[in-house]
């Protein structure tokens, strides 16, 4: 027994599934789940001293690389002063003013601890603002774990098979209309029957937990149009796509304003953050300025605060994100070539640091039944080769990868290297 397997067996003994999120488990690709001790750059190390090219980057977050001495230098110094005072301090609102420079839809932001957090306050203001009760989600989407949005939910409850969790009360859930993602035509005839019943619809503008689909062209200038049209809020989820896919987002991509965004994971630079933000005059509603009640005993902490802007200065540095997406645009294009080579059916999306791959012959992932129709099985036994190899990569094929400023051609060889391996045990029907 090695030593993660010895630390799985005594934390099933006192955490469900021992683990604190469901998807870190192992359970879509079997076997136990490895207990890292250390990161360091594009690299993780097990409790048995092993050495993994990290893919995860702690589900989007580590961007810059693991333990990235500018960002823990900064943490030390501010944890000198202590840790949080339950008050206003000077730095959240420096880290406000920097995010509402990048992201220009945002002119009022609102710190919180978790991407959860920060999508069930902006669903509550949606409704709040608007007085009405619906939500639209899209099929696959993932927007944490609150009850309105736990309803054909991607990421973790897709990898076990419940995108539907117990728990949600039904008066909940039919609230939440989850239509087909890259589907305009349903969004319009949808809205065309209830608009006048929609608070807001909320989209990963590249949706990352259905492995990674990005928008076809036409789909986010339709949510733009009907939310314009019948006076809902289009709120933007970018708490996978913020600081990630491009330093403004996805917004700043595609050239789509949302009404409110949702933003997480980089902003807190492998800190517990999230935040929530939008037009002015929706974002008065906010308590203590309005009616729509959201509070949160650490938001803003000065620890975390100091991590997420810390991160944020460094993302910003010229080229930062054109070399993480030609990086990653190659490495996928590497991985195609690979597979094309072994006939395994392979097809691969990516949009600056993030991507995804589907053993499929489908020329191009568009949408969440396309998804569900890959080779699952093609996927864990390529996920067990790869890991095997040294290249850890998310356990489950309804995830997206990362690729940090950390990683380069030394790690992309042994990537591909182990990938060479994978395809080849495919091929050979391993
Ligand atoms: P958190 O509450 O996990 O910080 O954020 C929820 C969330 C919201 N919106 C989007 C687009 C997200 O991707 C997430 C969380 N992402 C998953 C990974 N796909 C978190 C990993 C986990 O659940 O352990």
């Known amino acids: 027994?090695?030593?993660?397997?010895?630390?799985?067996?005594?934390?099933?003994?006192?955490?469900?599934?021992?683990?604190?999120?469901?998807?870190?488990?192992?359970?879509?690709?079997?076997?136990?789940?490895?207990?890292?001790?250390?990161?360091?750059?594009?690299?993780?190390?097990?409790?048995?001293?092993?050495?993994?090219?990290?893919?995860?980057?702690?589900?989007?977050?580590?961007?810059?690389?693991?333990?990235?001495?500018?960002?823990?230098?900064?943490?030390?110094?501010?944890?000198?002063?202590?840790?949080?005072?339950?008050?206003?301090?000077?730095?959240?609102?420096?880290?406000?003013?920097?995010?509402?420079?990048?992201?220009?839809?945002?002119?009022?932001?609102?710190?919180?601890?978790?991407?959860?957090?920060?999508?069930?306050?902006?669903?509550?203001?949606?409704?709040?603002?608007?007085?009405?009760?619906?939500?639209?989600?899209?099929?696959?989407?993932?927007?944490?774990?609150?009850?309105?949005?736990?309803?054909?939910?991607?990421?973790?409850?897709?990898?076990?098979?419940?995108?539907?969790?117990?728990?949600?009360?039904?008066?909940?859930?039919e609230k939440t209309l989850t239509l087909e993602y890259n589907n305009p035509d349903q969004v319009r005839e949808v809205f065309s029957q209830a608009g006048d019943e929609i608070a807001g619809i909320i989209v990963e503008p590249v949706a990352g937990n259905m492995s990674c689909i990005p928008p076809e062209k036409g789909f986010l200038e339709c949510l733009r149009e009907v939310c314009d049209e019948y006076g809902a809020l289009l709120i933007f989820d970018e708490v996978m796509t913020g600081f990630r896919v491009a330093l403004g987002g996805a917004q700043s991509l595609y050239g789509i304003q949302p009404d409110l965004t949702t933003l997480g994971k980089v902003m807190g630079g492998g800190m517990p953050v999230g935040a929530f933000g939008g037009r002015r005059d929706i974002m008065h509603s906010v308590a203590p300025l309005g009616a729509v009640y959201q509070a949160g005993t650490l938001s803003g902490n000065p620890i975390a605060m100091t991590a997420g802007l810390e991160t944020l200065k460094l993302i910003e540095a010229p080229g930062f994100f054109e070399t993480i997406s030609e990086n990653t645009q190659s490495l996928m294009a590497s991985l195609q070539s690979l597979a094309d080579s072994a006939g395994i059916p392979f097809t691969t999306n990516q949009v600056g640091g993030m991507f995804g791959f589907f053993f499929s012959d489908t020329d191009r992932m568009t949408n969440f039944s396309q998804v569900m129709s890959s080779d699952t099985g093609a996927f864990v036994t390529f996920f067990?080769?790869?890991?095997?190899?040294?290249?850890?990569?998310?356990?489950?094929?309804?995830?997206?990868?990362f690729v940090s400023a950390a990683h380069g051609q030394t790690e992309f060889s042994k990537t591909e290297a182990a990938a060479k391996s994978a395809f080849e045990a495919l091929q050979q029907g391993v």
């Open 1 to 173: 027994m090695n030593q993660s397997e010895a630390l799985f067996a005594e934390a099933q003994k006192v955490m469900p599934g021992g683990v604190n999120s469901p998807v870190r488990a192992f359970q879509r690709v079997g076997g136990n789940p490895i207990f890292f001790k250390k990161g360091k750059g594009a690299y993780l190390y097990d409790e048995d001293d092993r050495e993994f090219v990290d893919y995860v980057g702690s589900w989007g977050p580590m961007i810059l690389g693991h333990a990235h001495p500018q960002v823990i230098s900064s943490i030390k110094a501010a944890a000198d002063n202590g840790l949080s005072f339950g008050a206003p301090t000077a730095i959240e609102t420096e880290l406000a003013k920097k995010i509402c420079s990048i992201m220009p839809s945002i002119e009022m932001i609102r710190m919180v601890n978790s991407g959860t957090e920060a999508t069930m306050s902006a669903i509550r203001i949606a409704r709040g603002f608007t007085g009405r009760d619906k939500i639209v989600k899209f099929e696959g989407c993932y927007h944490g774990h609150s009850d309105s949005l736990l309803v054909k939910a991607g990421s973790g409850a897709l990898t076990l098979g419940e995108p539907d969790s117990l728990g949600v009360p039904s008066s909940f859930a």
């Open 384 to 401: 067990n080769t790869m890991l095997e190899q040294g290249i850890s990569l998310a356990p489950s094929p309804f995830e997206s990868g």
